[in-house]
C-alpha cells in the first residue's frame, strides 16, 4: 500500500512523499537484520549480510556467514567467514564489497563472494583496533574511514590508488566521540565529530572547533548526524530530542525543531532533501526491523519482509495526485505517469518531437526489465540517468547476465563497439575461467560466438586465460586475435617468446621485435639465443644494427657463432683503425684479418690485408727515421708525400715493393715533383723512360703549376693526336691570368714565353696589362 | 561467419577496458572515455628506462615525424639513413613508418585505388599499409580522391639513374652544392661577396621554378635573357612622372628586386657550375658515363676509370663509375674488379675493403662469376633444351645473384634513344633530356609503362629482369571518369631515395601527359649521397 510520510523538510514544512512496495524480500531471514553487519549498496546495489558476526564465542559451528543478495532477497551467494572479526561492511563504486576488520585490513569481494584482495589501512590502525569504520564516496573513488582505539582517525579516499592519510589529533579527547561523519568538501575530505556538546572539524592538518548557526543553546549533546546523499545538507540530533538542520558546510541553518523521544536514532539519513530518521522507536510508520538505504532521489527502505522505495512527489504531479493511490510496485511510478501524461498530451501537440518520446518508452521499458525480481535492480528513472546506460550494463556484466546485456544493447541500438562487444568480451573472459571445461571447447566456444565482432580484444580474453593459470588456452585463444603485434606481450608474459617472436616478424612493428629480441636475449643461453635468432633473418639483422651500435663484441660472437670468416675478418679490419691505436695492436688485429679471409678463401682480401701489414710496419719506420707522420695514409699518399720530401729512393722502393702499376707511379710522381717544383728532376724523370702516360699529363701538370715554359718542353713530346689539346692547354694559361685580371698572374705567364712561339700569346697579355691600367 | 577474423576493430584496448563505476556523487567529472592508445608504443625503450630505474619518472609521448614538404609536389621523409638500413643491413624497422605515412595521405587525400609498385620493400610497405587500411576502415570512403594512383619503388630497381651524373640544373645544383632540406648554402664564389646565402629553392623562387628542369645548357641563356627583360624593367623608370615613379616604388621594386637578387644568386651558381662542370674532365666524364650506358667501348671506359682512381681525382667520383660499370655490365669481370679495387685502396686506403664488401652485397659493385658469363651459359644451355627450360635456369641463376640485367632491360624498354642528329635538349621530346638526350631513366620509364597499361601487362620479360617483386591492384581498375583522368594526381614513393633528375624527368612526362606527380621519398639522393652511405672510413 501508499502510505504518507511523516517526515520534514529542512523548513519544517511537511511535505508529499510516497512509500512503495519494491518486492516483497525472497529471503526467508531468521535472523533480525539488527544483529547482522548490513551493507547495501545504493542505485538498486545488493544487499551484504554478515551473520553471527557479534558472537562472542567462537566456535568452529557457529562462524558467521557472509551473505549477498540481491535488492529483491534473492541469494547470489555466501560464503563462511573464516578471516578476523569484521567491524564494518561498505560497497564500493563498481559494487565491490568491503570487509573492514577489527585489524585494520579491509578485504575485498566481488558480489559473488569471491575474494578479489585485500589492503591495510596501516601499522597505527593495527595495533589500536578499529572501533568504528565508514565506507564513503567521492568524486575520486571509493574511500574508507577508520576510527581507531586510540581515538585517531585514519583514511584514504581512494581504495584503488591507496594513499593512507592520518588525520590530526582531537584534543582533549580521551573517549569515542558520539558520534562523526565524513564529509567532502571542494573536493577536500574531511571529517565532523561531536564530542558532547562541542563539534570538532578534522581536515589533513588541523582540527577546529565549530558551532551550527542559530542552534538553540540548549539543544544538548549531539548523539546522531547525518550527511546527505549530495554532501550538501547536515542534520545533527541531540540528547534532547532537538533535530538541526543546515548546509554541510554549517554556514547556514535551514531548520530546527524539536521530536518527541529523546533516545538517539539507529539511523538517520536524509531523503533528497528531508530527513529521515529510524529510531528504536515506533515513530513512523517502519517496521522496527529496517534498514534505510539513501538513493539519489528518496530512499530504500528493507525490512525482513519487505523493500520499500520512500519518494518525494514532485511538485507538478503532487497537484493531480495527491490523494492517488497507485498500484503496488509502481517503483517506475512518477515516470510512467509522466509517459501516460506524455502520450495523452501528444495527440494535442502536432510539433512534438517524436524522438525523445521514443526513447524515453525504451528507457523505461528497460528499466521494467531490470526491475524484475529476479535481476532485482530497482532503479528509478533519475538514478537510471545519473548512472548512465554503460554503468547500467556494466552492472549486468558484473553479475554475469550476458544475454540480458545484450538484449539491452540491441533494443536500445547501441553500437556493436559500445555494447555488444565489451559484454561478450567479458563473457569470454568469465567463459575462460569455467575450469570443467576442455581447453578446446572453450577456445572453440568463445570464437564462436565472438567470431571478429568489432572492439573484440582476443588478447585480453587470452590474458584473463592466463591470470587463471590456463596457458594453453590463452595460447589457443591468442590463435583468434587478428593483430599479430596485440600478442606478442602477452607471449612474452607467458614464456613463449620463440612464438612471440614470428608473431612480432609477423605484425611487421620492428619496434616489437627488439622487444622480444631482447627478453629471448636475457631468457636464453647466449648459444640457443643465436641459433634462435639464425632461423629469423629479420631478427637477426635488427639484433646486428644493435649489436654494430651497442656490443661490438656480441657481434663477433654473432659472427662466430655463423663461421661468417668474411665477416670476422671485416670486423677485425674495422677494429684495427676503429678501437686499436697502437701499431702492435693494429697489425695484430689485420693479421687477425687475414686469418679469417683466408677461411673464407678470400683471397684478395688477405692479400690487400697483408700488404697493408707490410705497409703500416714500413710507415712506421719511415715514421721513425724521417720524423714525419706516415702512419694511416694511403700508399699512394705515401709514395707521393715521400718524393714529395726528395726521398726518392724510398718511393721508388715502396714503387717496387707494392708492386704499384707504372701509370700510378708516373702521375703521382709528376704530381708531387710539379708541386715540390722540381722541374729538374721531372725532365729526368720524363727521360728515364717512355712515358706510360704519355706526355700531355706533363703539360697539364705544369699548367696547373703556371710554368707555361715547362709545359711547352712536353707539349713538343706529346703524340700529335694529343698536340691539338697541349696548345689549347698551353693558351689557357693566359686566357685565365687575363680573365682573373690578375698582373702578378699574367706577369708569370710573360716571363714563361718566348718572344719567337709566343708572340700571339705576349700581344693578348700586354692588351690586358693596358686596359687595367687604363682604368 | 569465417572463423578467421577479417575485419579490425577500431583501436586497441577499448573494448575490454576496466568496468566504468558511477561517481558518487556526480561532481562534473566525466566516465571513463575511450581514448585510443597510441599506434605505436616505445616498448623497447620503455624496457631500456625500466631497467635503469626511471621509468616512472620518464613521460614519453610519440612524436610521429612522416613527411616534410619540401615544395609543391615534394614530400621527403628525410630518412637518409634508410637507403643503409635497409638495403645493405636488411633492417626493416623503417617499414611501418612508410606505411603509416602512406596511410596518412590516404587518409588525407586518397582512397588510393590504384596502387602498383616493384621492389621487396615496396611490397613490404604495400601490405602493411594495407593492414593499417583494414583496420581504419570505415573511415573515409565513398569521395572522390585527390589521389588516386601511387607507385612504389625501391631505389634496388634502378641504381643506374642514381649513379648518373646530373646534367638537370636543379640536379646539378645538388651534385654541385649539395641541398639540404630544400635548402643551399651558396658560398661566397657564387654570391661574388664575403658571405654565403643560405636559399630556399622551391616552387616560391620565381626565377629557380623556370630553370629547375632545364637542360643546364639552356640555363645561362635563359638567365640572361632574364636580366635582360629585367633591366627593360628597371628601365621604364626613365621618363615617370612622379605619380608613375611613386607607384612603381611602391608596388614594383620590391618585386623586380627581389628577382634581381634571385637572379644574380643563379646567374653567379652557373658560373660556379661552369667553372667545375665544362672544364675537359666534365665532358670526358660524360662520355664515358655515356658508353658505360650504351654499352660500348667498355675497355676504353675501364681504362679511364682506372686512371680516374690512380689519380686520385674524386674518392667518391671513381667508387661511382667502378659501380656503374658494374650495375650496367651485370659485374665486372674478374681481373678488372680485382685490379680496379686494389688501385683503389691503394689510393685511398685499406679501409675501403669494407666499403667494397658492402658494395658488393648491395649489389651495386659485383663480380662476375668467374669464367661464366651467364649468357654465355645460358646460351649453350638453351641450345640443348627448349626456351622455357633455358628461362627457367635464368631464373636460378637469378636468385643466386641479384642481377641487375641493364643491358636486358634497357633493350626492352628501349632506354637508349635513337637519335638522328642532335637531341633538341630545348624542345625535349622524352625524359632523356634529363640525361642529354642519352638515355631515358629507368625508374621513370618503368612508372610511365605501368600507368600506361594500367599494370604489368606485357612486362613480364622486363619484370623478370628487374627481379619480380612487383604488384598491382588485386581488383580490376574501376573504369575512370575521363573527367578524373585528365587530372590524374599519382603518387610517386622512391624507397631508398630518389634524384632530382628523376623529378625533373617525371614532371616532363607529366606535363606530356597531362598527369600531376607527387613525390614522397624518403630522402633525396644522388650518387654522392648512394657512395657515402656504402663508405666505410675512419672517423
Redesign the interface.
Known amino acids: 500500500g501508499i502510505t504518507g510520510g511523516c517526515h520534514r523538510s529542512p523548513k519544517g514544512e511537511a511535505a508529499f512523499s510516497q512509500k512503495f512496495e519494491l518486492y516483497s524480500m525472497a529471503w526467508n531471514l531468521k535472523e533480525d537484520l539488527r544483529d547482522c553487519l548490513v551493507a547495501a549498496a545504493p542505485y538498486g546495489g545488493p544487499i551484504a549480510l554478515l551473520k553471527n558476526n557479534f558472537r562472542k564465542e567462537k566456535s568452529p559451528g557457529s562462524r558467521p556467514l557472509l551473505e549477498i543478495y540481491s535488492a529483491s532477497g534473492v541469494p547470489l551467494a555466501s560464503v563462511l567467514w573464516k578471516s578476523g572479526q569484521v567491524v564494518q561492511l561498505g560497497w564500493t563504486a563498481s559494487e565491490d564489497l568491503l570487509c573492514i576488520q577489527e585489524d585494520g585490513t579491509v578485504l575485498i569481494y566481488n558480489l559473488f563472494c569471491e575474494f578479489k584482495r585485500h589492503f591495510s589501512m596501516g601499522n597505527e590502525v593495527l595495533q589500536n583496533h578499529v572501533r568504528e569504520a565508514k565506507v564513503f564516496h567521492t568524486e575520486y573513488g571509493t574511500g574508507v574511514a577508520i576510527l581507531t582505539g586510540a581515538h585517531r582517525f585514519s583514511l584514504t579516499t581512494n581504495i584503488d590508488d591507496l594513499k593512507l592519510r592520518r588525520m590530526p589529533e582531537v584534543p582533549g579527547l580521551q573517549k569515542l566521540p558520539s558520534c562523526w561523519a565524513v564529509l567532502s568538501q571542494d573536493r577536500v575530505t574531511i571529517i565532523l565529530l561531536a564530542i558532547g556538546q562541542d563539534l570538532y572539524l578534522l581536515d589533513n592538518t588541523s582540527c577546529s572547533v565549530v558551532t551550527p548557526p542559530g542552534i538553540s543553546p540548549h539543544a544538548g549533546a549531539y548523539v546522531q548526524m547525518a550527511v546527505s546523499f549530495n554532501y550538501c545538507y547536515l542534520a545533527l540530533f541531540t540528547d534532547t530530542g532537538s533535530i538541526w538542520m543546515g548546509t554541510s558546510s554549517l554556514k547556514e541553518k535551514l531548520g530546527e525543531f524539536s521530536c518527541d523521544f529523546r533516545t538517539p536514532p539507529r539511523q538517520m539519513v536524509w531523503h533528497v532533501a528531508e530527513l529521515w530518521t529510524l529510531s528504536g522507536e515506533r515513530r513512523f510508520i517502519l517496521d522496527e526491523d529496517s534498514y534505510l538505504v539513501p538513493e539519489l532521489d528518496g530512499v530504500r527502505i528493507f525490512s525482513r519482509t519487505t523493500h520499500e522505495f520512500l519518494h518525494e512527489i514532485p511538485e507538478a504531479s503532487e497537484e493531480i495526485f495527491k490523494i492517488a493511490s497507485m498500484a503496488p510496485g509502481a517503483l517506475l511510478l512518477e515516470a510512467q505517469r509522466e509517459y501516460e501524461a506524455a502520450s495523452f498530451g501528444k495527440c494535442f501537440l502536432d510539433k512534438f518531437p517524436p524522438e525523445s518520446f521514443v526513447r524515453t518508452c525504451r528507457d523505461l521499458r528497460v528499466l521494467n526489465a531490470i526491475w524484475d525480481y529476479q535481476i532485482g535492480i530497482p532503479l528509478t528513472f533519475a538514478q537510471y540517468k545519473q548512472l548512465t546506460i554503460e554503468v547500467l550494463l556494466d552492472r549486468l556484466v558484473l553479475r554475469r547476465l550476458y544475454p540480458l546485456a545484450i538484449k539491452i544493447c540491441e533494443y536500445l541500438r547501441l553500437s556493436e563497439f559500445q555494447g555488444v562487444s565489451r559484454i561478450l568480451a567479458h563473457w569470454a573472459c568469465y567463459k575462460v575461467q569455467q575450469k570443467d571445461k576442455s581447453d578446446e571447447e572453450v577456445a572453440h566456444a568463445i570464437n564462436q560466438k565472438l567470431g571478429d565482432t568489432p572492439g573484440i580484444s582476443y588478447s585480453e580474453i587470452a590474458a584473463r586465460a592466463y591470470d587463471c593459470g590456463r596457458t594453453e588456452l590463452a595460447i589457443k585463444v591468442l590463435e583468434y586475435e587478428p593483430r599479430s603485434g596485440e600478442q606478442v606481450p602477452l607471449l612474452l608474459k607467458m614464456k613463449k617468446s620463440q612464438l612471440a617472436l614470428n608473431k612480432a616478424i609477423e605484425s611487421g612493428d620492428t619496434d616489437l621485435v627488439y622487444t622480444v629480441v631482447l627478453h629471448l636475449k636475457n631468457e636464453l643461453n647466449r648459444g640457443t639465443f643465436f641459433m634462435t635468432l639464425q632461423k629469423q633473418p629479420v631478427a637477426l639483422s635488427l639484433y646486428r644494427q644493435f649489436c654494430k651500435h651497442q656490443e661490438l663484441e656480441t657481434l663477433k660472437d654473432l659472427y662466430n657463432q655463423d663461421d661468417d670468416h668474411q665477416e670476422l675478418g671485416n670486423f677485425h679490419v674495422h677494429s684495427s683503425y676503429s678501437s686499436e691505436k697502437r701499431i702492435e695492436g693494429r697489425v695484430a688485429a689485420l693479421q687477425n684479418a687475414v686469418d679469417e679471409y683466408y677461411k673464407a678463401k678470400n683471397e684478395f682480401a688477405a692479400k690487400a690485408t697483408e700488404d697493408q701489414i707490410k705497409l703500416l710496419r714500413m710507415q712506421r719506420r719511415l715514421q721513425d727515421e724521417l720524423d714525419k707522420p706516415y702512419v694511416d695514409y694511403s700508399l699512394h699518399d705515401t709514395v707521393y708525400g715521400l718524393i714529395l720530401d726528395g726521398n726518392h729512393k724510398r718511393a721508388e722502393q715502396l714503387y717496387r715493393d707494392f708492386r704499384i702499376p707504372d701509370k700510378r707511379f708516373w702521375w703521382l710522381k709528376i704530381g708531387a715533383l710539379a708541386e715540390r717544383e722540381d722541374w729538374e728532376e721531372m725532365e729526368k724523370f720524363s727521360k728515364s723512360k717512355k712515358s706510360p702516360i704519355g706526355y700531355l699529363p706533363f703539360v697539364e701538370i705544369c699548367m696547373k703549376h703556371h710554368n707555361r715554359h715547362e709545359a711547352k718542353k712536353y707539349a713538343a713530346r706529346v703524340t700529335p693526336e694529343q698536340r691539338v689539346k697541349a696548345h689549347i692547354l698551353l693558351d689557357q694559361a693566359a686566357d685565365a691570368a687575363i680573365e682573373h685580371k690578375n698582373e702578378n698572374e699574367m706577369n708569370l705567364v710573360l716571363s714563361k714565353c718566348t718572344a719567337a712561339t709566343d708572340s700571339s700569346v705576349v700581344e693578348k697579355i700586354n692588351r690586358a696589362k693596358a686596359q687595367i691600367l687604363k682604368k | 561467419?569465417?572463423?578467421?577474423?577479417?575485419?579490425?576493430?577500431?583501436p586497441?584496448?577499448?573494448?575490454?577496458e576496466p568496468?566504468?563505476?558511477?561517481?558518487?556523487?556526480?561532481?562534473?567529472?566525466c566516465?571513463g572515455t575511450n581514448q585510443p592508445l597510441p599506434l605505436?608504443?616505445?616498448?623497447?625503450c620503455e624496457?631500456v628506462l625500466e631497467e635503469e630505474g626511471i621509468y616512472g619518472d620518464v613521460t614519453c609521448d610519440e612524436w610521429a615525424f612522416y613527411l616534410l614538404p619540401l615544395d609543391d609536389d615534394l614530400l621527403s621523409m628525410e630518412l637518409p639513413e634508410f637507403f643503409r638500413?635497409y638495403f645493405l643491413?636488411?633492417?626493416?624497422?623503417w617499414?611501418?613508418t612508410i606505411?603509416r605515412a602512406l596511410q596518412l595521405l590516404n587518409s588525407l587525400f586518397g582512397p588510393f585505388t590504384n596502387t602498383y609498385g616493384i621492389g621487396r620493400c615496396a611490397k613490404?610497405v604495400y601490405?602493411?599499409w594495407r593492414?593499417l587500411v583494414e583496420?581504419s576502415e570505415g573511415d573515409s570512403q565513398a569521395r572522390r580522391p585527390e589521389i588516386s594512383h601511387v607507385f612504389l619503388m625501391d631505389r634496388d630497381v634502378d641504381y643506374v639513374t642514381a649513379l648518373c651524373s646530373q646534367v638537370v640544373y636543379e640536379g646539378l645544383v645538388d651534385d654541385t652544392f649539395r641541398i639540404k632540406c630544400g635548402s643551399v648554402d651558396f658560398g661566397p664564389d657564387v654570391t661574388t661577396s664575403d658571405r654565403s646565402f643560405k636559399v630556399l629553392l622551391n616552387a616560391q623562387d620565381k626565377v629557380f621554378s623556370e630553370i629547375r628542369n632545364e637542360h643546364f645548357s639552356n640555363v645561362f641563356g635563359f638567365l640572361s635573357q632574364k636580366a635582360r627583360n629585367l633591366q627593360t624593367q628597371y628601365d621604364r623608370r626613365r621618363g615617370m612622372d612622379i605619380k608613375q615613379m611613386k607607384n612603381f616604388v611602391s608596388q614594383e621594386l620590391k618585386g623586380l628586386k627581389q628577382e634581381h637578387r634571385l637572379l644574380s644568386l643563379h646567374i653567379g651558381a652557373c658560373e660556379s657550375i661552369m667553372k667545375k662542370k665544362t672544364k675537359?674532365d666534365f665532358q670526358e666524364l660524360l662520355k664515358t658515363e655515356h658508353s658505360l650506358l650504351e654499352g660500348f667501348d667498355i675497355r676504353e671506359s675501364t681504362s679511364y676509370i682506372?686512371?680516374h682512381i690512380?689519380?686520385?681525382v674524386s674518392p667518391s667520383e671513381s667508387l661511382r663509375l667502378m659501380c656503374l660499370l658494374s650495375v650496367t655490365e651485370n659485374g665486372l669481370i674478374p681481373k678488372d674488379y680485382?685490379s680496379l679495387?686494389?688501385?683503389y685502396?691503394?689510393?685511398?686506403?685499406?679501409?675501403h675493403?669494407?666499403t667494397f664488401?658492402n658494395l658488393k652485397r648491395i649489389g651495386l659493385l659485383t663480380e662476375q662469376a668467374p669464367g661464366e658469363t651467364l649468357t654465355a651459359v645460358e646460351s649453350k644451355v638453351s641450345k640443348l633444351v627448349t626456351d622455357r627450360a633455358a628461362g627457367k635456369l635464368t631464373d636460378a641463376f637469378n636468385s643466386l645473384a641479384r642481377k641487375s640485367n641493364f643491358r636486358g632491360i634497357s633493350k626492352k624498354l628501349g632506354l637508349i634513344p635513337r637519335v638522328d642528329g642532335e637531341y633538341n635538349l630545348k624542345v625535349p621530346r622524352d625524359m632523356a633530356y634529363v640525361f642529354s638526350g642519352a638515355y631515358i631513366p629507368l625508374s621513370c620509364k618503368i612508372i610511365e609503362q605501368v600507368l600506361e597499361r594500367k599494370g604489368w601487362l606485357g612486362l613480364e620479360e622486363v619484370v623478370r629482369l628487374l627481379n619480380g617483386n612487383e604488384f598491382a591492384p588485386t581488383e580490376p581498375v574501376m573504369e575512370e571518369n575521363p573527367a578524373w583522368e585528365a587530372q590524374r594526381v599519382i603518387l610517386a614513393v622512391f624507397l631508398g631515395g630518389c634524384t632530382f633528375s628523376e623529378i625533373s624527368a617525371l614532371r616532363f612526362l607529366g606535363k606530356e601527359k597531362g598527369y600531376k606527380f607527387i613525390f614522397l621519398t624518403t630522402a633525396i639522393t644522388s650518387s654522392a649521397r648512394l657512395m657515402d652511405a656504402m663508405l666505410?672510413a675512419?672517423?
Open positions: 561467419m569465417s572463423g578467421k577474423a577479417q575485419r579490425r576493430g577500431p586497441r584496448g577499448t573494448a575490454m568496468l566504468v563505476t558511477p561517481h558518487w556523487p556526480r561532481c562534473g567529472s566516465l605505436l608504443q616505445f616498448y623497447s624496457l638500413d643491413e636488411g633492417d626493416q624497422r617499414i611501418s606505411a613490404m601490405e602493411v593492414e583496420e675537359q682506372e686512371e690512380d689519380r686520385q680485382r679495387k686494389t688501385q685502396l691503394q689510393s685511398y686506403g685499406p679501409e675493403l669494407l664488401h666505410e675512419k672517423v
